[in-house]
């Protein structure tokens, strides 16, 4: 009977794999890898000549990343993996070979077959029931984390004294789940959890920077700034534009950095933000539609020549100038040119004296008023009742405008 317990488990070492220890129809044997298991898995194959402790293949998935190995090393580059080895340990009773399921997380096949075959089918459950952002964004922290796998469950549950089964607090159910997926990450180097990629997006949208992303990213199962911008952009909807006629306005907001480096190639970081803004005039109306407007009719040609003398007239007439054309105007002039304090005539930069009075010719003061000042003053020309207020235009006083450039 012990004879034949020990050609079963011979028999089911030969069919699993020595790194992960999983079965596989594709073995390879693990001879023909010996050096690179030595430098990537530090597993000695020379010093493993005991059958009834150690496969002695290797399954198709991690002999081809051990042949990537060989070439990389072969042609000089650099490799890097993250494989895991399985740890094997003396036969008894609770071996998978015996079709004992109950005591396989006492074993010394790490988290046992069967709980690894488990946990593998949940991580790809989990892949594939939230690949849009509705199924993530309607996440149930409590059914999802009564969907997972018993046996990571009840490890987590041990370490951090947490039962899953009592009626535990959001935050708490939050911090189980990212806990989960964190465990599934380094089972799976692919893996991306839901939960851990809604607190991703919520850190990209505080932040809208790729390297706090792709930090992130490395060290959760959030996925990094690439992922997260594919799963918007995939799962965005176009806005539907209003009926009838709309005016659409677009603005660009431009930010160029400079750079002092002198190198070939050098390059300066730009970055440009369009804000697109759309507005329905009326439901009923369509200026396409309106066959007067179109470009063969003489009426066009009337109604915009019209429209072009009416805006000339404006500017060549006695009616009032918009204040923004005085203000620009104003701008310049203290810019390009010099002021008589006496008679107030304005005069070129290289002038130093007046012609007529002979005096000092001044360089006309710039406007360095304070934004506070300038809002206060704007405030009590409307409380008295100034329609139209005469003041400088400041830039300066839009620096309270947070812009998202970083």
């Not at 430098?39 to 402790?53: A, F, G, L, P, R």
Request: charged letters at 25%; a neutral charge; one cysteine or more.
């Amino acid at each position: 009977m012990a004879e034949q317990k020990s050609q079963q488990h011979i028999v089911w070492l030969n069919s699993i794999c020595r790194i992960c220890g999983l079965p596989s129809k594709n073995l390879i044997n693990k001879f023909s890898f010996k050096d690179e298991l030595i430098n990537i898995c530090n597993i000695d194959v020379e010093q493993e000549d005991n059958e009834i402790i150690m496969p002695s293949s290797i399954c198709g998935k991690h002999a081809s990343q051990l042949y990537r190995y060989r070439k990389a090393k072969e042609n000089g580059k650099a490799f890097t993996s993250s494989i895991s080895v399985c740890s094997f340990g003396q036969h008894t009773d609770i071996c998978p070979s015996m079709g004992n399921k109950e005591l396989l997380a006492e074993s010394n096949f790490g988290f046992g077959y069967y709980e690894l075959r488990r946990e593998t089918r949940d991580i790809e459950h989990i892949q594939e029931s939230y690949k849009t952002l509705e199924a993530i964004k309607d996440i149930n922290l409590k059914e999802y984390l009564s969907n997972r796998n018993n046996f990571v469950k009840g490890v987590l549950g041990m370490l951090t004294k947490c039962n899953f089964d009592d009626e535990l607090d959001e935050c708490i159910q939050c911090s189980m789940s990212v806990l989960l997926e964190h465990v599934y990450k380094l089972r799976n180097a692919q893996f991306i959890g839901p939960v851990s990629l809604l607190q991703n997006f919520t850190i990209f949208s505080l932040s809208h920077s790729k390297t706090v992303t792709d930090i992130v990213g490395n060290i959760s199962a959030g996925g990094k700034y690439t992922t997260v911008c594919k799963m918007l952009d995939n799962n965005s909807k176009p806005r539907t534009p209003p009926n009838g006629d709309a005016v659409y306005v677009f603005d660009n907001e431009q930010v160029v950095g400079k750079t002092w480096t002198i190198k070939p190639n050098n390059k300066s970081k730009s970055s440009v933000i369009t804000n697109i803004a759309v507005a329905g005039l009326d439901e009923n109306l369509s200026v396409q539609a309106n066959k007067d407007l179109h470009p063969k009719n003489a009426q066009l040609k009337l109604f915009v020549n019209a429209a072009i003398e009416e805006v000339v007239s404006e500017h060549n007439g006695n009616s009032e100038q918009d204040h923004i054309d005085d203000i620009v105007q104003k701008s310049i002039s203290k810019q390009k040119y010099k002021i008589c304090p006496k008679c107030k005539d304005l005069f070129d930069k290289t002038k130093r004296k007046c012609p007529v009075c002979k005096e000092t010719i001044v360089q006309q003061p710039l406007d360095n008023t304070n934004p506070k000042e300038s809002f206060e003053k704007i405030e009590q020309l409307v409380e008295a009742g100034n329609s139209k207020p005469d003041f400088a235009l400041n830039t300066t006083r839009y620096d309270h405008v947070k812009s998202v450039h970083r």
